[in-house]
């Protein structure tokens, strides 16, 4: 598959083997570009068209069976000028949450990115343990992180951007202002021909506006904040956009919320755990333990309490996650167990008639 369509949308070697069984049964590939409430857009070879996911993938969709922006489809012709999905071909990388409900289900907002710029304003938006959150969202993902703080020519508070930077360990923290244009060009020297980026962060940090300064031209619609501040959701859906320069960036509205869905806590606290191993005792629960590092670093002032707090609260939220979501995964292998059974009991009765 040499087609320059697909290459420029970040089709790989490995796709093109994953996609083999398909591609000798007819059908082509394609990857979704954007996502709406009546279906998907996905882009292949014979440009854009509407799509619906087969049944198939709805009944699937415990498995992470469903399309998201970013993903690389198996397509062929169905009624009218619109696409059927068939099937989702392997994902390098997906950003996911939970949803934003009582249920313990995975929310996947974005798949097959390279870097996640985490996009947070310099004026009231800024939060670094919201910024926690997102670092453990984009170090589960499979993806790189970048944080980008917005506003720069609102807000040059430089304390700021040094509490990011210890919030963010390991990890580039750009300033930008999207009214000036001092910083895009740090942020588009990231860019890279092939390669998927996406924005992520709450309503009113300039996303897409930062989206129209790296492409050089108005692609997003944009808006002013409300009077109080809070951002307005101008960007409804998720987008993915080819820049001039070949790079892939995808855009989404603003999240009101990000629960994490699962990962290693401990990769955006690498500060929290190397504390942790230098206790006296392995299992140490940081409270009354004798010789306790963390305990040790609260006094001193060395760990900021607020940042102690957030890991123990994210810690919490994992593990009630993983246990909601392991009697639910229970529970729908034991509806399907039941429901084989009952057809293999009416194939015997009936010869495997209907």
Not at 141 to 158: M, N
Not at 292 to 318: F, H, I, M
């Amino acid at each position: 598959m040499s087609d320059g369509t697909l290459a420029a949308l970040g089709w790989t070697d490995e796709l093109e083997a994953a996609f083999t069984t398909y591609s000798e049964r007819g059908f082509e590939p394609a990857r979704v570009v954007a996502e709406h409430r009546g279906g998907y857009y996905v882009r292949s070879e014979r440009g854009d068209r509407l799509a619906q996911a087969r049944g198939r993938l709805r009944e699937d969709e415990i498995s992470g069976g469903m399309p998201a922006v970013g993903d690389w489809v198996v397509v062929c012709d169905a009624s009218g000028d619109r696409f059927a999905i068939e099937a989702l071909l392997p994902r390098r990388t997906k950003v996911s949450r939970k949803t934003p409900w009582l249920k313990a289900e995975e929310h996947i907002l974005v798949a097959n990115v390279d870097t996640v710029f985490l996009v947070a304003g310099l004026d009231r938006d800024f939060n670094p343990r919201r910024l926690e959150r997102y670092l453990i969202a984009a170090w589960d993902s499979g993806a790189d992180p970048v944080i980008v703080l917005t506003k720069l020519d609102v807000c040059d508070d430089f304390g700021k951007l040094a509490e990011a930077e210890e919030v963010a360990i390991g990890v580039p923290v750009l300033a930008v202002s999207n009214v000036t244009g001092e910083g895009i060009e740090e942020v588009r020297a990231l860019l890279r021909p092939a390669h998927t980026f996406v924005l992520l962060g709450s309503s009113g940090t300039g996303k897409s506006t930062l989206v129209n300064r790296l492409a050089g031209r108005e692609l997003m619609p944009t808006g002013d904040l409300r009077r109080d501040g809070r951002g307005r959701h101008k960007t409804r859906h998720r987008q993915l956009l080819v820049l001039g320069g070949g790079a892939i960036l995808i855009d989404t509205p603003g999240l009101r919320e990000l629960q994490v869905w699962e990962g290693d806590v401990d990769s955006a606290f690498s500060d929290i755990a190397e504390l942790a191993a230098e206790c006296r005792f392995n299992d140490c629960g940081h409270n009354t333990e004798p010789d306790c590092a963390v305990r040790e670093a609260l006094e001193t002032g060395e760990l900021d309490p607020g940042r102690w707090s957030n890991y123990g609260k994210l810690q919490r939220e994992l593990r009630a996650i993983e246990a909601r979501s392991s009697t639910r995964v229970r529970r729908e292998l034991k509806r399907r167990w039941k429901q084989r059974a009952r057809e293999s009991r009416h194939a015997r009765r009936y010869g495997g008639k209907p």
